[in-house]
T-cell receptor, first 114, second 109 residues
């Protein structure tokens, strides 16, 4: 247990569906991240939130829409995805903000787009 | 520019040593090492900062040579629990953390 919880653990969705991934941390961290992990590829940073403000969008297609209602929760809203979006989506948090601190990862949501 | 990890995979017998390398074409400010077991979250091992750091954690240690723009992770007397995929993340001058593709380590009894 890292203190970062992601739900659901597995998700299968059609290309016309709308779904949301949820991430929750009660570590008191103020930075939260979404990563995409595809087979045989490096971790790809998608979004960064610092103190609930989005500070980074790494050229992610608009079919992925993040939401950070408070510093403990992070969502990734999905709509009209493509099969190539199938991957493991990892959420992470850190404190204080910045790259030189340890990040705590959730176990991820395994997404399959059919 | 993504850091290059080598080797891509390594198979060891329990008790053997391994070295995993991470190199970048850009100047580095820090290097992060994580291990991920299948189906689990990546877990933090250590961060090395600019200044030629070396760190150790049980029988896992690492070095960071910023002149050569590379870091190495050393696993000594490997245990079955060391199996997993090891990722390095490198921080550049823009405070961007970019991850390598990972090195898969398999430890056999």
């Amino acid at each position: 247990e890292t203190g970062v919880t992601q739900t659901p653990r597995h998700l299968v969705m059609g290309m016309t569906n709308k779904k949301s991934l949820k991430c929750e941390q009660h570590l008191g961290h103020n930075a939260m991240y979404w990563y995409k992990q595809s087979a045989k590829k490096p971790l790809e940073l998608m979004f960064v939130y610092n103190f609930k403000e989005q500070t980074e969008n790494n050229s992610v297609p608009s079919r992925f829409s993040p939401e950070c209602p408070n510093s403990s929760h992070l969502f990734l809203h999905l709509h009209t995805l493509q099969p190539e979006d199938s991957a493991l989506y990892l959420c992470a948090s850190s404190q204080p903000t910045g790259v030189r601190t340890e990040a705590f990862f959730g176990q991820g949501t395994r997404l399959t787009v059919v | 520019q993504q850091p290059v990890q080598s080797p891509q995979a390594v198979i060891l017998r329990e008790g053997e040593d391994a070295v995993i390398n991470c190199s970048s074409s850009k100047a580095l400010y820090s290097v992060h090492w994580y291990r991920q077991k299948h189906g689990e979250a990546p877990v933090f091992l250590m961060i090395l900062l600019k200044g030629g750091e070396q760190k150790g954690h049980d029988k896992i240690s690492a070095s960071f040579n910023e002149k050569k723009q590379q870091s190495s992770l050393y696993l000594t007397a490997s245990q079955l629990s060391y199996s997993g995929t090891y990722f390095c993340g490198t921080e550049d001058s823009n405070y961007q953390l970019i991850w390598g593709a990972g090195t898969k380590l398999i430890i056999k009894p």
